[in-house]
T-cell receptor
Framework: IAGITQAPTSQILAAGRRMTLRCTQDMRHNAMYWYRQDLGLGLRLIHYSNTAGTTGKGEVPDGYSVSRANTDDFPLTLASAVPSQTSVYFC????????????FGEGSRLTVL | RKEVEQDPGPFNVPEGATVAFNCTYSNSASQSFFWYRQDCRKEPKLLMSVYSSGNEDGRFTAQLNRASQYISLLIRDSKLSDSATYLCVVKTGGFKTIFGAGTRLFVKA
């Protein structure tokens, strides 16, 4: 049982480059999320999707975009990466938007130079 | 002030010890409360939900104090495998889920 798969697991990127972090879930969960985790700040919500075809902004959406063309996939795109986007990115899902338990992928460690 | 605050630790305890973490939240309208566990360089995983009446799961006990706006996690008979970061999580309706920065626990032999 894969759960949530993220790719790449790690990436070093030059500032100004475009980058897409991939996220796929096989649990048929309706809601999906992207978080970033930085030391001392905890996890912060970037974007979320309540169901396929809809997306919404979280706490720190600037510089990021998402799409939800189907239930399983929720890619996160950095249009023009900046060093402040160096972080660990976690994709998560839940059965519904109001469901308490979040299931996380293993994370994508991104370094922007 | 952060919406969810935790003592970052680290807490260093010997095996078999009892250790307690507190977490305070600022929004009195918060509805649901959880503790997640995160191992080093791994993803967070749900440890337990926190109910108003308090709840227990084996060696773990969670308590909620709505009047003082804090939740707690008590770990009895600590094991080496309990070493991790414990994240306090508060939901305030809809998609507003706030994570604390975490409390690090090291259990020593």
């Amino acid at each position: 049982i894969a759960g949530i798969t993220q790719a790449p697991t790690s990436q070093i990127l030059a500032a100004g480059r475009r980058m897409t972090l991939r996220c796929t879930q096989d649990m048929r969960h309706n809601a999906m999320y992207w978080y970033r985790q930085d030391l001392g700040l905890g996890l912060r919500l970037i974007h979320y999707s309540n169901t396929a075809g809809t997306t919404g902004k979280g706490e720190v959406p600037d510089g990021y975009s998402v799409s939800r063309a189907n239930t399983d996939d929720f890619p996160l795109t950095l249009a023009s990466a900046v060093p402040s986007q160096t972080s660990v990115y976690f994709c998560a899902s839940s059965r519904t938007g109001g469901s308490g338990e979040l299931f996380f992928g293993e994370g994508s460690r991104l370094t922007v130079l | 002030r952060k919406e969810v605050e935790q003592d970052p630790g680290p807490f260093n305890v010997p095996e078999g010890a009892t250790v307690a973490f507190n977490c305070t939240y600022s929004n009195s309208a918060s509805q649901s409360f959880f503790w997640y566990r995160q191992d080093c360089r791994k993803e967070p995983k749900l440890l337990m939900s926190v109910y108003s009446s308090g709840n227990e799961d084996g060696r773990f006990t969670a308590q909620l104090n709505r009047a003082s706006q804090y939740i707690s996690l008590l770990i009895r008979d600590s094991k080496l495998s309990d070493s991790a970061t414990y994240l306090c999580v508060v939901k305030t309706g809809g998609f507003k889920t706030i994570f604390g920065a975490g409390t690090r626990l090291f259990v020593k032999a």
